[in-house]
């Protein structure tokens, strides 16, 4: 194993959760150190109880804080992100803190970064992405390769599991609504267990072999948006009819989202974003590169999403939002 003292950054998040108990996994309990940051302790609470892991109160966005978690690190897990805001928003998360994390690599030795990133970010020479989200993410990414670190990325489509804020969404709204009003039904994406991304992570950290190398954390198989609505639906026993939007009024829907308290279910940036098809390019090697079978949507997205009645997942959501 080649690092055994670990900074998870974005740690307590929905994919974070996942990647820290892989590399728990992967220490056998012992052996190793994995710190996790957080802006506050009670956000790792799921994570407590994980053996050789580490939660420790920090602001990731200060420098100073960033340097000193990554002392005596062996790697960095860089996994912040924001789907919603402003683009000084976008900026500060996809870009400003890459160039930190570089500058805090720098000072405490760490040399090894893996890096997930997005599918649809821009390429060299390509045009710029149609979103905030792609063009700080492209931006991002753009940082960490110029920079002297040992480097892997990552590119994922939409991720799926249990917790996800995707499939759930459209299965929560559906238990809600006789009807689904739905812009961009035909964007396309591939589907990607947080499981297998998760074992992308630790794979890559073990293999020296992905350094310098970009993956695409892709599905087996391609669907519609409209097609994914209908089976979040359906698998959790509400699925209703569609109706599709027009471009003007699906942006207008998205504003009056960006309006409502709390986070934003949809916004224009994720409109944008759609544009661009959320499917591998096949000019980059997949997650079977790293010994890994992606494991299909229907294998494992009924499971979860048939699992809580709809009203009792219907209060749950509701309460999450006040």
């Known amino acids: 194993m080649s690092a055994q003292h670990i900074v998870v950054l974005g740690g307590t998040g929905f994919v974070g959760r996942a990647v820290c108990e892989r590399l728990v996994e992967r220490n056998g309990g012992g052996g190793g150190r994995i710190v996790v940051p957080t802006r506050r302790l009670a956000h790792g609470s799921a994570l407590r109880s994980l053996p050789t892991l580490e939660l420790v109160e920090a602001n990731v966005h200060d420098e ?117 009003p739905l812009a961009n039904r035909g964007a396309r994406f591939q589907p990607v267990w947080v499981e297998d991304v998760a074992s992308a992570v630790v794979r890559c950290l073990d293999d020296n072999g992905s350094i310098g190398r970009a993956y695409e954390a892709v599905g087996p198989r391609i669907y519609t948006l409209g097609e994914l609505v209908r089976l979040a639906g359906r698998w959790s026993g509400h699925e209703r009819p569609q109706i599709p939007l027009p471009e003007a009024l699906g942006r207008a829907q998205a504003l009056a989202m960006e309006l409502m308290p709390g986070t934003p279910l949809m916004s224009r940036d994720n409109i944008d974003s759609m544009q661009v098809p959320n499917i591998a390019t096949g000019t980059l090697p997949g997650l079977e590169a790293l010994g890994i079978r992606p494991a299909a949507l229907e294998a494992i997205a009924p499971g979860y999403l048939g699992r809580e009645p709809g009203r009792a997942r219907l209060n749950r959501w509701r309460a999450s939002r006040s």
């Open 64 to 180: 100073a804080a960033l340097a000193r978690l990554l002392a005596g690190a062996d790697a960095v897990v860089q996994l912040i992100a924001i789907l919603h805001g402003s683009a000084a928003e976008f900026e500060r998360v996809h870009v400003e803190l890459p160039k930190k994390l570089v500058r805090a690599c720098a000072a405490a030795g760490v040399r090894r970064v893996v890096h997930v990133s997005a599918l649809g970010v821009a390429v060299p020479g390509a045009a710029p992405g149609p979103s905030n989200y792609l063009r700080s993410k492209a931006a991002g990414e753009a940082v960490l390769k110029a920079a002297d670190i040992a480097l892997t990325v990552l590119r994922p489509s939409v991720i799926f599991g249990a917790e996800d804020e995707f499939l759930n969404l459209f299965a929560r709204l559906q238990a809600l609504a006789p009807v689904m």
